[in-house]
């Protein structure tokens, strides 16, 4: 086993990843959920431009849906950066007075982030262009069901991997095949990495070299502090918010810690949803949690 291969098996083993996932909007992600019933996409995990990272290809993205004006807002959590996030610490205060709905409501979702080759792309070519995805370096959202099937094949002691997968010399091609589980999508039948290592091209080598990325600039940008707290209170009381604005003050308060003598109140109910379940891999929207 390379020594690659071992600091990624430790790096799984640190980890210990929540269940929510979502979809993305940017078009450089490789919408690979759109693909038919029955259908396999190939793609190559390509190592991190960042050295110091880690996983050596995936970056962890942590965001918060808050309920601000009658929508959902996506917020990036503070702790992807580093810094203290008071959301976290709202969701905290409710778990502790034994408010699960709204420790739900206010905790982070988790996704992985990996920069991948595509190999084998079965969707339809672009309407406008006539191009595919196959031989382009994209972005994929890791969903729970994959990020299972990936860790397995790192870190369970059956593992048969002798490289780490994003090695272009000596890793592994990964095979992602949609089937249905019920109304969803799913992903755990026939996904797996492929069976026996491969060296990338000269040509795919070419297109990695020109395209690879740090996979931290595909994190959203840590936002000031006053803004993420006038957005919490927001959402905390029912008020309303508007950037550069101060929001308008409700009749709730936010929820006290365990440390004052008051419990906390309920937060306001979060909006009821205006668009279809994401399509972030699996078909399905954040309600797959613990």
């Keep these: 086993m390379t020594s690659t291969l071992a600091n990624l098996k430790a790096a799984f083993a640190r980890q210990q990843p929540d269940q929510r996932r979502f979809s993305e909007n940017s078009n450089n992600y490789y919408p690979f959920w759109d693909m038919e019933e029955g259908q396999r996409a190939v793609v190559r995990f390509l190592p991190d431009l960042d050295t110091t990272n880690p996983w050596g290809f995936l970056v962890e993205k942590l965001t918060h849906n808050l309920p601000i004006n009658g929508q959902q ?156 707290q006038g957005m919490l209170e927001a959402a905390l009381t029912g008020g309303s918010y508007e950037d550069g604005e101060a929001p308008v003050r409700p009749q709730r308060q936010a929820p006290r810690s365990e440390s004052t003598e008051t419990s906390p109140v309920r937060a306001a109910a979060p909006a009821p949803r205006t668009e279809a379940p994401a399509q972030s891999g699996g078909d399905a929207d954040d309600s797959n949690v613990d």
Excluded at 136 to 148: A, E, G, H, M, P
């Design 73 to 228: 807002r996506r917020i990036p959590c503070g702790k992807m950066h580093g810094e203290d996030c008071p959301i976290c610490k709202v969701s905290r205060d409710f778990y502790k007075a034994k408010d699960e709905i709204s420790g739900k409501t206010f905790y982070h979702k988790r996704q992985h982030v990996a920069q991948v080759l595509v190999v084998e792309d079965p969707l339809a070519p672009n309407k406008d262009t006539g191009e595919t995805h196959q031989g382009q370096v994209r972005l994929i959202s890791i969903n729970k069901q994959l990020y299972d099937i990936i860790k397995d094949a790192i870190s369970s002691e059956d593992a048969e991997l002798e490289a780490a997968p994003y090695d272009l010399e000596e890793g592994y091609d990964f095979i992602i095949k949609k089937s249905k589980d019920g109304q969803y999508a799913s992903y755990t039948v026939g996904t797996k990495f492929a069976n026996k290592q491969r060296a990338l091209t000269a040509e795919e080598i070419a297109a990695v070299e020109e395209h690879s990325v740090e996979l931290k600039t595909s994190l959203p940008p840590a936002l000031p502090s006053e803004k993420v």
